[in-house]
């Protein structure tokens, strides 16, 4: 008899819950300060149900308009909404007016559209300045500011209308350790935690390495396919 979603699901979350508490265990920290987002920017909308169903409250798209479709789908589910990937900029005013959270804001002009969009749906926004820790100098187009621009980026998000200061975020840099990567992101986030005091989210580690980021002191792991599955090459 071939395993149902919810069962398949249901197995993988409790694994990767329990490698969340292990990990936290390991570093010394409580497994409650460690919020796990549920990256579902392939899957279903029936699968974002059932891990509602399961005792999901966090989840992370990011494309606009998948994920503002997949929010009005599920309007009946109490979910916070996570939007993780890069933001066009002209898709920025549409992306404010509904993510609960938006990761990934890496450039002062982004910044700007992501205000001038929540003031007009008279909300804020709480959002991470995302930073590009590869130190190949390459850049691999998974977007973030560079770590010396990052000051300055955080200063102007705490200064614009309409957005709400809420932390740091990263991706890993392919092909680089990611520890030390996460260990550098922390670094940066203590120093401007003492700046903004509302700057207190580490968004860090996905399927491969979020349990090295919660050893760096992530708050928020983004974790897709452990829990859901490989996704089809393509994204
Ligand atoms: C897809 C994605 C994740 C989750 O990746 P997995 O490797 O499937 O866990 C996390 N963060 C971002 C920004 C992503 O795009």
Redesign the pocket.
């Known amino acids: 008899m071939t395993r149902s979603r919810r069962e398949e699901i249901a197995a993988n979350l409790h694994a990767v819950r329990g490698r969340i508490g292990e990990a936290a265990a390991e570093a010394g920290r409580d497994a409650a300060d460690v919020t796990l987002i549920v ?1 579902t ?1 392939t899957s279903p909308a029936s699968d974002v149900r059932l891990l509602h169903e399961l005792g999901v409250r966090d989840v ?1 798209e ?1 494309r606009h308009p998948d994920a503002e479709r997949k929010r009005a789908e599920l309007g009946d589910c109490d979910l916070t909404w996570h939007f ?2 890069q933001v066009q900029s002209n898709k920025a005013a549409a992306v404010a007016a509904y993510a609960d959270v938006v ?2 804001v890496d450039s002062e002009r982004l910044a700007v559209r992501l205000g001038a969009g929540a003031q007009r749906a008279q909300r804020e926004l709480p959002v991470l300045v995302q930073v590009d820790l590869d130190t190949t100098g390459g850049g691999q187009g ?1 977007g973030g500011a560079a770590p010396p621009a990052v000051e300055a980026l955080t200063r102007a998000v705490a200064t614009t209308d309409g957005l709400r200061l809420r932390g740091l ?1 990263t ?1 890993a840099p392919l092909g680089q350790p990611a520890g030390d990567a996460f260990l550098r992101l922390a670094i940066m986030w203590r120093q401007i935690r003492m700046t903004y005091p509302t700057a207190d989210m580490l968004s860090a580690g ?3 390495d ?1 349990e090295e980021a919660i050893g760096a002191g992530a708050t928020h792991v ?5 829990v ?1 599955g490989s ?1 089809p090459v393509l ?1």
């Open positions: 990256v920017k992370g990011n993780v990937g990761h990934s998974r975020m991706v996905m399927s491969g979020f983004r974790v897709g396919s452990a859901l996704r994204r």
